[in-house]
């Protein structure tokens, strides 16, 4: 069946633009993560969804970082305001299980702001 | 927040072998073991997931101590295209409720 998939694979965007990066979720799966990962580092995590409901944005960098998942399917991350360094790459990921315990990612989009 | 430390990197070559031990000492009563594969412009892909004790599957063994405070990724017989990043995740909880903490990772290197 289809994966996780992300949309756009790539964005470039000029400082203090506002962007927004989609994710389609496995169908059904009730929870959903978006992860940040800058070059060379790990996944660091940014918020946690079961399904409509945000239970964890504590890792949202800034009031410029703002997600929704309004039909407890699709989400879309939005950044206000870009600034360079939230130039990485930005993972959604989706799980069958409330917990998440097994979370199936996208490919990522990678964003660079100039 | 739990925290994880793991191996920077690590070497091997083909056919042989390898561990990689994940310390993850806040771990929660409630919480998994779960390790991940990643491929330079790909997400993470899931490899295996434990409780406690040892589970196995077709690609790799995990090996989790009575004490869960480390879990031990073992992957059998590498080959180059085994040659990836691999982090250890483990479910935290926070004031706010769960998420997720990956590892630092560790960059396996095999060679011919």
């Known amino acids: 069946g289809a994966g996780v998939s992300q949309s756009p694979r790539y964005k470039v965007a000029k400082r203090g633009q506002d962007v927004a990066l989609r994710c389609d979720p496995i169908?059904?799966?009730?929870?959903l993560f978006w992860y940040q990962q800058a070059l060379g580092q790990g996944p660091e995590f940014l918020t946690y969804?079961?399904?409509?409901?945000?239970?964890?944005k504590s890792g949202l960098p800034s009031d410029r970082f703002f997600a929704e998942r309004p039909e407890g399917s699709v989400s879309t991350l939005k950044i206000q305001r870009t600034q360079q360094e939230d130039s990485a790459v930005y993972l959604c990921?989706?799980?069958?299980?409330?917990?998440?315990?097994?979370?199936?990612f996208g490919p990522g989009t990678r964003l660079l702001v100039l | 927040l739990a925290k994880t430390t793991q191996p920077i990197s690590m070497d091997s070559y083909e056919g042989q072998e390898v561990n990689i031990t994940c310390s993850h000492n806040n771990i929660a009563t409630n919480d998994y073991i779960t390790w991940y594969q990643q491929f330079p412009s790909q997400g993470p892909r899931f490899i295996i997931q434990?409780?406690?004790t040892k589970v196995t599957n077709e690609v790799a063994s995990l090996f989790i101590p009575a004490d869960r405070k480390s879990s031990t990724l073992s992957l059998p017989r590498v080959s180059l295209s085994d040659t990836a990043v691999y982090y250890c995740l483990v479910g935290a909880k926070n004031n706010y409720g769960q998420n997720f903490v990956f590892g630092p990772g560790t960059r396996l290197s095999v060679l011919p």
């Open positions: 990921a989706s799980s069958l299980e409330y917990r998440g315990e097994t979370q199936y």
């Open positions: 434990g409780y406690k």
């Open positions: 969804f079961q399904n409509e409901a945000q239970l964890d």
């Open positions: 169908s059904g799966h009730v929870s």
